[in-house]
Nanobody, 122 residues
Framework: QVQLVESGGGLVEAGGSLRLSCVASGPTFSTYSMGWFRQAPGKEREFVASISWYSITRTYADSVKGRFSISRDNQKSTVYLQMDMLKPEDTAVYYC???????????????WGQGTQVTVSS
């Protein structure tokens, strides 16, 4: 069973930065994409960012473009999300995902992490 373990969440003031990490373990696919979703209180889960196996294709939600950056290290089976210029509306539980589609995560990825809380104070 594939396991995804997120870390790096926490409390930060508006304008600050956080870096999320997610390590994949278990019998993953030979190639796969990884990404992040988030869910704010009272709202539906939404896509945040995606990165392809070779890191060629990186996709972002419009709400985070120019502020968030996704990267990965295949040797470490790890994906990162650098979040800068954070806003209170970025407050949410952030979920790491892994998808068998190597070009990018789909709307319903194959595997999900447990989530890490990010809280941005105003």
């Amino acid at each position: 069973q594939v396991q995804l373990v997120e870390s790096g969440g926490g409390l930060v003031e508006a304008g600050g930065s956080l870096r999320l990490s997610c390590v994949a373990s278990g019998p993953t696919f030979s190639t796969y994409s990884m990404g992040w979703f988030r869910q704010a209180p009272g709202k539906e889960r939404e896509f945040v960012a995606s990165i392809s196996w070779y890191s060629i294709t990186r996709t972002y939600a419009d709400s985070v473009k120019g502020r968030f950056s996704i990267s990965r290290d295949n040797q470490k089976s790890t994906v990162y999300l650098q979040m800068d210029m954070l806003k209170p509306e970025d407050t949410a539980v952030y979920y790491c995902v892994l998808d068998s589609n190597a070009r990018g995560v789909r709307s319903n990825p194959d595997y999900w992490g447990q989530g890490t809380q990010v809280t941005v104070s105003s």
